[in-house]
């Protein structure tokens, strides 16, 4: 089992590591471990984290989807040449 840091953990999660601090007072985020006033958070559920926050797109719901003109006609009603 390897432990990282809050600085290591906020770096992988594109976090502050006030906001890892915040999210241990509120009870929420990435499960950690306590070794008396150390902070240590295992990779394996840090991994397990960002996996249940995970979004799966459909491209089929997407304007990318037949019929739909892709991303060009997205970015083309964007800029009003539609």
Known sequence: ??????????????QSVQTLRNHRFLGKGVPYVKIGRSVRYLVEDV???LQAHRIKTD?????GAAGHGGVEAGFAAVDGNE
């Open 47 to 49: 991994e397990h984290y």
């Open 1 to 14: 089992m390897r432990a990282l840091t809050e600085k290591q953990v906020a770096e992988i999660l594109c």
């Open 59 to 63: 491209p089929a719901r997407g304007r």
